[in-house]
């Protein structure tokens, strides 16, 4: 089955076709450095890494661009408020760069967690400052722009498709607008493609450009960024859905507008995360983080597992029971697995079940990556009587492809989680007394204390370097 995709833009689903055979150009909105990645922001990730391995699943090669915020990138989209980097920075009492690089790690190491795909080009803002004064002096060039108390605006009047992604009727906007004025702006909805020390003055990073020292404005790093490595037209342009009215809004009028084509041919937005009705956000406070979720026993994995059970494009709702019935379900799915790789055997092959299995599972992930009846087609093939455990291991490794769950580290994943539940200092201290014991030839307290661990799930191991511990499988 060829793949469809939901085009927020033409607000269907399309064939998808690229632009150039088996090639896909993809880009992504990354993280703004300025705190942890909430698990909102994440859903995203994950929904993005599905489909970068449905296409690589389909036999594409995939050139995948993600960036980096660390500059530029207000409180309000509206081109108001304190700079994120700054505001964060002042309460750390660290410099701008120190958060950017310790947030940059961070948000890294939870891709690492879950298993996501790496970008092939996962980029700073502040590595490409020229690429952006390039594209604000080709749309300067053209008419699109105009400067103000020393900032640089995107003239929204001269774009006249502006808003078309979100269908928005700018005159009803401004008819009913609550915004904080910029009293520089011509019109409240244009945005400012760079700033001057006019906006504010504590902003520690600061470029040379022909109309002042000073740095760009959110919007533009991703035209520039994804126009540098893909090109003025690509395939995919992926984001939350609160990205549509405004940043993917301004993306495609200043792109557009440079450069005189079609920007994106497909855009795919995912929807919100839900945590006591309302969408996950880092400014109403107290977000929960991957390292929280694993503090409170729920690993990555089970938040991967999580995620995959709703439809991208569907709200997802985050509660205890909702993620204590992932956990539940990710745990015996990984015991099922273990069950079957131990007892796999030759039996008499089932080709034609195994092949109708692919071709199911193959419908459900190219419509639109529905990864909820993707798994309901995994259960499907653990349960059934029609092949033996050696087919079922191997379409579950090929199933894996696109879930990303590491299903072939099964053994080694219900041990880190049994050891989330075990009290190691208290395995240790039992073990040293075990290591005394014997050492002074007291078996039976020996054998004692071996029986003790095994009753809390502790395999002990002893070898002429020392005594080993595990997890029981």
């Given at each position: 089955m060829n793949l469809v995709l939901y085009n927020t833009f033409t607000r269907k689903k399309e064939e998808f076709k690229p632009i150039r055979k088996d090639h896909v150009g993809l880009y992504t909105c990354g993280l703004t450095v300025y705190n942890y990645a909430h698990i909102g922001n994440l859903r995203t990730y994950i929904f993005e890494d599905v489909l970068k391995r449905v296409l690589i699943y389909d036999g594409y090669k995939v050139n995948h661009v993600m960036n980096i915020t660390d500059i530029g990138h207000l409180t309000s989209d509206a081109d108001t408020g304190e700079d994120k980097m700054v505001k964060e920075a002042k309460k750390e009492g660290k410099t701008v760069w120190e958060i950017a690089d310790h947030y940059t790690k961070a948000f890294e190491n939870d891709l690492e967690q879950l298993n996501i795909i790496p970008p092939d080009h996962h980029v700073k803002a502040t590595a490409h400052i020229q690429q952006m004064i390039g594209l604000i002096k080709r749309l300067e060039k053209k008419g699109f722009t105009y400067v103000a108390d020393g900032n640089v605006y995107f003239d929204i009047s001269k774009f006249p498709e502006y808003g078309k992604l979100g269908r928005i009727n700018v005159e009803s906007l401004r008819a009913g607008a609550r915004i904080e004025v910029d009293s520089a702006k011509k019109n409240p909805f244009d945005f400012v493609l760079w700033f001057t020390k006019s906006k504010f003055d504590d902003q520690e990073m600061k470029w040379d450009s022909p109309w002042g020292r000073g740095y760009p404005g959110w919007h533009v790093e991703c035209s520039a960024i994804s126009m540098y490595y893909l090109g003025e037209t690509f395939d995919i342009h992926c984001g939350g859905i609160d990205h549509i009215p405004v940043h993917h809004t301004n993306e495609i009028a200043q792109s557009e507008a440079a450069t005189g084509k079609k920007w994106v041919n497909y855009w795919l937005h995912a929807e919100f995360l839900i945590m006591n009705e309302?969408?996950?956000?880092?400014?109403?406070?107290?977000?929960?983080?991957?390292?929280?979720?694993?503090?409170?026993?729920?690993?990555?994995?089970?938040?991967?597992?999580?995620?995959?059970?709703?439809?991208?494009?569907?709200?997802?709702t985050f509660s205890d029971e909702a993620i204590e019935t992932a956990k539940s379900a990710y745990n015996r799915l990984i015991n099922i697995i273990i069950d079957i790789k131990k007892n796999r055997t030759v039996n008499k092959p089932n080709p034609e079940f195994v092949n109708k299995m692919k071709k199911l599972f193959s419908k459900k992930i190219n419509n639109d990556l529905n990864m909820p009846e993707a798994l309901a087609v995994i259960w499907q093939v653990l349960r059934t009587n029609e092949i033996g455990n050696l087919e079922k291991y191997d379409l579950i490794l090929e199933f894996d492809r696109i879930f990303g769950l590491n299903l072939i580290k099964a053994e080694q994943v219900l041990e880190e989680e049994a050891?989330?539940?075990?009290?190691?200092?208290?395995?240790?201290?039992?073990?040293?007394?075990?290591?005394?014991?014997?050492?002074?030839?007291?078996?039976?307290?020996?054998?004692?204390?071996?029986?003790?661990?095994?009753?809390?799930?502790?395999?002990?191991?002893?070898?002429?370097?020392?005594?080993?511990?595990?997890?029981?499988?």
């Open positions: 309302e969408k996950m956000s880092k400014s109403k406070g107290g977000f929960l983080t991957l390292s929280k979720l694993v503090e409170m026993g729920y690993s990555p994995m089970v938040y991967r597992y999580f995620c995959l059970g709703a439809h991208y494009r569907q709200p997802l050891q989330q539940n075990v009290d190691v200092q208290l395995v240790e201290q039992l073990i040293k007394e075990r290591e005394d014991a014997r050492k002074s030839k007291n078996w039976a307290k020996s054998d004692e204390i071996r029986d003790k661990l095994s009753d809390m799930g502790v395999e002990v191991r002893d070898s002429s370097e020392g005594t080993f511990w595990r997890m029981k499988s």
